[in-house]
Antibody
């Protein structure tokens, strides 16, 4: 079954860190770019980061630069998002998604169900 | 403030046609970058609805169609059904940011 499953969310205090994971199945993970998108409660979609199929390049939203790190291990079929110095405004559902197309034409055809990150003291 | 501008809400009666607009600028949709559309049903993850301005993934009914002209794109839904009630998001690429950008989303209500 072709799917993505996120994990690693939870409740964390401001200033803490969290590592989110995304487990793909049913397709050749190493052939696709991957990305993270988040959605704060009751709000719209916010793009976070993207990583090339081979991990050679990545890009971040301005809101994610410096605190977020996207990475992948193609040998272990895993996508990760490390988030440091968490802030209350990072509270959101974090979705991983598969990327189609080249830069400038990226779109996302397969999404996970998301993992909820809550930043609160 | 989203880089791509969508109306916050639209509504229509069952069977009617509705359109959702997505307005960008010269650094994204106006620069020739494609616009893509996603449907997010309540409590679920987004789903790709239209890609490359007007292409439908396999399984998406032809009631959904997309178009783009200049800096604006539109999603049209014909034969409106109750289960079309969802949030709809447009997405493109911005050359100034060198990043993906989303619209703020439009809530479709089926009356």
């Amino acid at each position: 079954q072709v799917q993505l499953v996120e994990s690693g969310g939870g409740v964390v205090q401001p200033g803490g860190s969290l590592r989110l994971s995304c487990a793909p199945s049913g397709f050749t993970f190493s052939s696709y770019g991957m990305q993270w998108v988040r959605q704060a409660p009751g709000k719209g979609l916010e793009w976070v980061a993207i990583i090339w199929y081979d991990g050679s390049e990545n890009r971040y939203a301005d809101s994610a630069k410096g605190r977020f790190t996207i990475s992948r291990d193609n040998s272990k079929n895993t996508l990760s998002l490390q988030i440091n110095s968490l802030r209350p405004e990072d509270t959101a559902i974090y979705y991983c998604a598969r990327v189609l197309g080249n830069e400038g034409h990226w779109h996302f055809d397969l999404w996970g169900r998301g993992t909820l990150v809550t930043v609160s003291s | 403030q989203s880089v791509l501008t969508q109306p916050p809400s639209v509504s229509g009666a069952p069977g009617q046609r509705v359109t959702i607009s997505c307005t960008g600028s010269s650094s994204n949709s106006g620069a020739g970058y494609d616009v893509h559309w996603y449907q997010q049903l309540p409590g679920t993850a987004p789903k790709l609805l239209i890609y490359d301005n007007n292409k439908r993934p396999s399984g998406v009914p032809d009631r959904f169609s997309g178009s783009k002209s200049g800096t604006s794109a539109s999603l049209a839904i014909t034969g409106l059904q109750a289960d079309d009630e969802a949030d709809y998001y447009c997405q493109s690429y911005d050359s100034g940011l060198s990043n993906v950008v989303f619209g703020g989303g439009t809530k479709l209500t089926v009356l």
